[in-house]
């Protein structure tokens, strides 16, 4: 057999063990060692010498260190009440207004992503603190657990981003110019999402009732809950991009300045325990995935697949666009059954070199990596609200018992619409992803 079918082989049977619910990391694991041994006439030496090297090669990196100390940032915000606070900070300006404490729950999302990373995480966090204030005010079903499902993608879409390390550390782009790409897209998502809000109650006014006013020195006193974690968001994105700290240095700085945060707030020393045990957890597994995925590459590299797609897209004389546009649907195909980490891991390293070999305006391939970047996070993150799956709506829906499933689903249909419109807007604007890295990088 030739390379290219072994390689297509090797993703139908990847996926054949996806839909018989095998763990992703196990499953890329397995099928890659199957298919580097079928590459080598079905010796298992070949396969032997590189499994003596492959963790260590992975493990070894550095820049993988950002990983845990990020989600230990998101741990100690989680555990330490400070989820709460942008909460009732952001609601005690917004909250009187009809929609109000929906788009409040939306604006702190995005304020907890900028020290969380996950969307899992912000999704579940922000759920337990705003759903109790969404039921209170008797908000519809489908709004409220729609906003809060919509609202945690902004968890990754916001920097720090644990799939935007993931990706640097596949295409050898940098960490700083890649957080610093995705802050106005994920301004612009959260604008969108606002916008969608205030739509769904000017149609349906009884979706969304307006609470009670909060007097303006309540609500300005409000703001000291939140200035830190601005401070600890900037001291991470701008060390990083201004090269006074490298990323791990930054992750150690945030991850010890949330911690100290949350012990001020009250975390207790369960909480401190909480917040360890969590990380390891979600390393191990991230680790996990990161090792399968390297195994499922290695298998695919020495078929040749990954280049002969490049080289077959390059001579097609297809348009550009129309590969792209291609790519980003098979993503969201994909996000019906893959988590955003596995979707990166498992495509960027076959569509990152096709990307790279297609001429977008004119655009410089170092342009071009960070905006591919920025798109493909944008569209993964799609998965997480996406039928049939979509975690976040699972996650919102388990802590919102009363509410179907289906109510949910409808309840982010509108949310996915404005996801479409910001995909648009970011494949034919690059600026919006590139502005600050070129205004600030030089």
Request: a neutral charge; hydrophobic letters at 60%; aromatic letters at 10%.
């Amino acid at each position: 057999m030739s390379g290219m079918t072994i390689g297509l082989l090797m993703f139908a049977a990847l996926l054949m063990l996806l839909a018989l619910r095998v763990h992703i990391g196990i499953a890329m694991f397995v099928i890659g060692a199957a298919g580097f041994v079928a590459m080598n006439d079905f010796h298992w030496l070949p396969l032997m010498s590189m499994l003596k090297n492959v963790a260590y090669a992975r493990f070894s990196n550095y820049d993988l260190a950002v990983i845990p100390l990020f989600l230990l940032m998101g741990q100690f915000a989680t555990h330490g009440g400070l989820s709460g606070a942008l909460f009732s900070c952001v609601n005690n300006f917004v909250g009187h207004f009809r929609g109000g404490v929906a788009m409040a729950a939306v604006a702190a999302c995005a304020a907890f992503g900028a020290i969380c990373g996950s969307s899992l995480a912000t999704a579940a966090t922000m759920g337990q603190v705003a759903l109790p204030e969404l039921r209170r005010y008797r908000y519809s079903g489908a709004l409220a657990t729609g906003a809060l499902a919509a609202g945690g993608t902004l968890g990754i879409m916001i920097p720090p981003s644990v799939p935007l390390v993931i990706y640097a550390v596949l295409t050898q782009e940098s960490i700083g110019k890649l957080f610093m790409a995705a802050v106005i897209p994920g301004l612009v998502a959260l604008l969108g999402y606002l916008i969608v809000i205030r739509l769904v109650v000017a149609f349906r006014p009884e979706a969304g009732p307006a609470a009670g006013r909060v007097p303006l020195p309540v609500a300005l006193r409000s703001l000291a809950g939140v200035v830190p974690v601005l401070l600890v968001f900037l001291v991470v994105i701008v060390g990083i991009y201004d090269g006074w700290a490298n990323p791990t240095e930054a992750a150690s700085i945030g991850a010890a300045a949330c911690g100290i945060l949350a012990l001020v707030g009250g975390m207790r020393m369960d909480g401190i325990l909480k917040s360890v045990f969590g990380t390891a957890q979600a390393t191990a597994m991230i680790f996990l995935v990161l090792l399968g995925a390297d195994m499922l590459n290695a298998g695919l590299a020495i078929t040749q697949m990954p280049v002969e797609l490049a080289g077959w897209v390059q001579g097609s004389a297809l348009p550009p666009l129309s590969v792209l546009f291609a790519i980003l649907l098979i993503y969201i195909a994909l996000g019906c059954v893959m988590d955003s980490l596995a979707m990166i891991l498992l495509t960027i390293p076959i569509f990152y070199p096709i990307v790279m070999g297609l001429d977008f305006w004119g655009m410089p391939v170092a342009d071009k990596s960070v905006w591919f970047g920025i798109l493909a996070l944008m569209v993964v993150e799609i998965g997480l609200v996406h039928p049939p799956i979509g975690m976040n709506i699972y996650i919102i829906n388990r802590l919102a018992k009363d509410v179907p499933v289906t109510e949910t689903f409808k309840g982010v249909l509108p949310f996915l619409a404005s996801d479409l419109v910001r995909i648009l807007l970011l494949v034919f604007f690059p600026a919006l992803s590139l502005y600050l890295v070129h205004a600030l990088g030089g």
